[in-house]
């Protein structure tokens, strides 16, 4: 059992940056990392992943916007998140997966708002 807790959620203006982490609980190094988010009235979605190699993967509209990032030794993903619009507030949820296992963490609210 892995347990997965984001962090750095908050509020923040249009234009502005967040960078996200997820703290695992337990080594991560062979799982894959992946970041979603749901908005309100829309459905979870898959927003960026990372490969336990470290290969990157994002959807097409957050492409130059948001990076995400690991590090093995810390246990720990990230996600930074520029150029922040009213179309970015959700709800971001860490997940890790590893053939049959496949482990989240309980959100962290961001809303972006002047």
């Known amino acids: 059992q892995v347990r997965l807790v984001e962090s750095g959620g908050g509020l923040v203006q249009p234009g502005g940056s967040l960078r996200l982490s997820c703290a695992a609980s337990?080594?991560?190094?062979?799982?894959?990392l992946n970041w979603y988010r749901q908005a309100p009235g829309k459905q979870r979605e898959l927003i960026a992943s990372?490969?336990?190699?470290?290969?990157?993967n994002y959807v097409d509209s957050l492409k130059g916007r948001f990076t995400i990032s690991r590090d093995d030794a810390k246990n720990s993903g990230y996600l930074q998140m520029n150029n922040l619009g009213a179309e970015d507030t959700a709800v971001y949820y860490c997940?890790?997966?590893?053939?049959?296992?496949?482990?989240w963490g309980q959100g962290t609210q961001v809303t972006v708002s002047s």
């Open positions: 990372i490969t336990n190699r470290g290969n990157t």
């Open positions: 997940n890790v997966r590893f053939l049959q296992l496949n482990y």
């Open positions: 337990g080594s991560i190094s062979v799982y894959a």
